[in-house]
């Protein structure tokens, strides 16, 4: 249905174009935050985490006034659950962004490319882990796969891609509290930083006691720049919201590949970090694995739609439609 409004037209195509504008904005300041993080030196990585959870919900706060949600608090509050799958949210995500700053800052971006191009697979792994979910034969692979690439990227490494690991596994937690929590994205963000402000701001207070704090201390700019940090946490949050409601999680799984590239290539064209042969093998390794896990979507997701159009397909007594139709949970 077409909608005339101030005499454009509205409906669901441009609704979706509108999505995948909102969606490639998202990760594309995903994307670029690398550049952002070394900005605010001296600050250490600690300081800017700091800054980081402290602006972000000063930044939540104020959306939250502008366009309040009457009730969101107490309606929270009443579940228990949700507000301690919050707070657990809240802890991975400040280890996931202490790593990334951490690693953004100390020459490890090609890595935490890394760890957001394997979190897909490792989400998938949790899912088969701790949601006892299933997986077909080319999803193992890509699995497999991706294990074969981390184990060349160790031998590389001369360790384990810690930061990639790290990066992959804190979200992949994350992204398991947040579905169990089931609250919107900036309420759940204000609960996350809210549990999370009394150790920023006391770490805070602890530099401008000792005399090391770079806040105040390193001129406007730096001032600024350390405040600006909850715009670059809650601007492509917001981008990713409007991309949820308009576009399908299809579109969506393939856009967040955005980010990690501009990491990729940011780490070799702009921060000139190194890549070995056996860099490159194990991150072509990682890729062959994405675009399996990719294939294999896209396959299940063609089935379950002609499942849709063309009714329950004939099946054996005791099996069900879904496995008649080769499709299992991801």
């Keep these: 249905m077409i909608i005339l409004r101030g005499g454009r037209k509205l409906g669901n195509v441009d609704e979706g174009r509108r999505g995948l504008i909102f969606g490639v904005l998202a990760y594309t300041t995903w994307g670029i935050l690398p ?8 600050a250490g990585s600690v300081e800017i985490l700091a800054h980081r959870i402290i602006w972000s919900l000063v930044f ?4 939250l ?29 400040a280890i996931n962004w202490g790593t990334y700053i951490w690693a953004v800052t100390h020459g490890h971006v090609v890595e935490s490319a890394l760890g957001y191009y394997i979190n897909p697979l490792v989400l998938v792994l949790a899912g088969v882990v701790v949601l006892r979910e299933r997986l077909n034969g080319t999803q193992w692979s890509a699995v497999g796969i991706a294990g074969v690439a981390v184990a060349i990227l160790t031998v590389d490494y001369g360790r384990p891609p810690w930061v990639a690991l790290a990066l992959a596994a804190s979200f992949t937690v994350y992204a398991l509290c947040k579905k169990q929590a089931s609250a919107g994205a900036l309420e759940s963000l204000a609960v996350e930083t809210g549990v999370l402000f009394p150790l920023a701001l006391a ?18 700019g730096n001032a600024l720049l350390l405040a600006s940090a909850g715009v670059a946490t809650g601007v492509p949050l917001l981008f990713f919201a409007a991309a949820a409601t308009r576009v399908s999680m299809t579109a969506l799984g393939i856009m967040q590949y955005i980010a990690p590239t501009l990491h990729f290539l940011l780490g070799i064209l702009v921060f000139a970090e190194p890549m070995p042969p056996a860099r490159w093998a194990g991150f072509c390794l990682v890729w062959l694995a994405l675009a399996v896990f990719t294939y294999d979507g896209f396959r299940r997701r063609r089935r379950l739609l002609a499942l849709r159009e063309n ?20």
């Design 203 to 220: 770490y805070l207070g602890w530099l401008e006691l000792t005399g090391t704090a770079a806040f105040g201390h390193a001129g406007w």
């Design 311 to 330: 009714g329950p397909a004939p099946t054996t007594p005791g099996v069900s439609v879904e496995k008649s139709a080769g499709a299992r949970r991801p």
């Design 35 to 42: 550049v952002y993080w070394p900005l605010l030196e001296p």
């Design 65 to 93: 006034a502008i366009r309040p949600r009457p009730g969101w608090w107490s309606r929270l509050r009443e579940q228990p659950r949700s507000m301690l799958y919050l707070a657990l949210a809240g802890g991975s995500i």
């Design 60 to 63: 939540v706060a104020v959306l």
